[in-house]
């Protein structure tokens, strides 16, 4: 059993920066592929990054080149850097795992999901 959570949501101007942590319990959490979801209201689910368990990283398209996703193994963390936000950036963003090599794209192949944090991007 692995529990999630998310911290450091918040309001930020258009072009500012956040940094979402995950924390996560259980043991090997270096076998877990872990991922990013947003979801804003009525709009599904849809992956922001994702990293597999060797340290590879898969982003959306919007958010290339913006965001960074990353996974320290020791610390049990997963994060997403996000830079230059746009007020389209705005969700409620979700942290997910599952025991994988893969990091899958769909919210059906992750077992373990956050609470989510609430992203607000002012124009």
């Known amino acids: 059993q692995v529990t999630l959570i998310e911290s450091g949501g918040g309001l930020v101007q258009a072009g500012g920066s956040l940094r979402l942590s995950c924390a996560a319990s259980?043991?090997?959490?270096?076998?877990?592929?872990m991922a990013w979801f947003r979801q804003a209201p009525g709009k599904q689910r849809d992956l922001v990054a994702a990293i597999n368990s060797d340290g590879f990283t898969d982003y959306a398209d919007s958010v290339k080149g913006r965001f960074t996703i990353s996974k320290d193994n020791t610390k049990k963390m997963a994060y997403l850097q996000m830079n230059s936000l746009k007020p389209e950036d705005a969700a409620v963003y979700y942290c997910?795992?599952?025991?994988?090599?893969?990091?899958?794209?769909?919210?059906?192949?992750?077992?373990?999901w956050g609470q989510g944090t609430q992203v607000t991007v002012s124009s």
């Open positions: 259980g043991r090997t959490f270096s076998n877990y592929a």
């Open positions: 997910a795992a599952t025991w994988s090599r893969v990091a899958f794209a769909t919210p059906r192949d992750y077992d373990y």
